[in-house]
């Protein structure tokens, strides 16, 4: 089953901005957007976004999301140690009639 | 706060059954259901989810015909019955609600291991 395509892992240093990225097609991001999700080893997934740039109550202000055609980003400003973690995308997708995963990004904070 | 707690994980062998429950601390009448699944080392993959009432239920290609999504509103329950299992069927389970746009409260995942 097509997923969305992430970069298997990202790596900047502390206190600088990350940039994740996640593509799709005009089925799954580029229909409704993507959402983001956060996971940290041994524990479940946390929502981190969602339409491409909707928090939940309680996430950073230093996480956003945004969308350019089939292209979903988040971007993770003034890096800190617990923002080490895997990070994935997801998108309803319109043609397969089911919710579809990225392959996740491990993003090192260094 | 809504919390989600799976159970009915364990070690099952190939080809057999097993049905994952999806307990939640409040209603859940008015949200639609998912069940995610992350083998061991891998990422998250989709499996099933449902409707808030139940009518319209959706599956990843790979389970589709073997695994099948249920939920009972009255008990705030969601099922995942599972048949004709096979070893790249182990993997942590994951139930989540959707109480908004996307699947924003995830439980604390059950492990399945398919073997002989």
């Known amino acids: 089953q097509a997923g969305l395509t992430q970069p298997p892992s990202v790596s900047e240093a502390l206190r600088q901005t990350a940039t994740l990225t996640c593509t799709g097609n005009s089925n799954n991001v580029g229909h409704l957007g993507a959402a983001w999700l956060q996971q940290h080893q041994g524990h479940p997934p946390k929502l981190l976004s969602y339409?491409?740039?909707n928090r939940p109550s309680g996430i950073s202000e230093r996480l956003s999301a945004s969308r350019s055609g089939n292209t979903a980003s988040l971007t993770i400003t003034g890096l800190q140690p617990e923002d080490e973690a895997d990070y994935y995308c997801s998108a309803w997708d319109s043609s397969l009639r089911a919710w579809v995963f990225g392959g996740g990004t491990k993003l090192t904070v260094l | 706060e809504l919390h989600l707690l799976e159970s009915g994980g364990g070690l099952v062998q190939p080809g057999g059954s097993l049905r994952l429950s999806c307990a939640a601390s409040q209603f859940i009448h008015n949200y639609d259901m998912t069940w995610a699944r992350q083998a061991p080392g891998k990422g998250l993959e989709y499996v099933s989810s449902?409707?808030?009432?139940?009518?319209?239920?959706f599956y990843a290609g790979s389970v589709k015909g073997r695994f099948a999504i249920s939920r009972d509103n009255s008990k705030n329950t969601l099922y995942l019955h599972m048949n004709s299992v096979r070893a790249d069927d182990t993997a942590v389970y994951y139930c989540?609600?959707?109480?908004?746009?996307?699947?924003?409260?995830w439980g604390q995942g059950t492990l399945v291991t398919v073997s002989s």
């Open positions: 989540a609600a959707k109480t908004g746009d996307y699947f924003d409260y």
């Open positions: 449902i409707s808030a009432t139940g009518q319209f239920s």
């Open positions: 339409r491409s740039n």
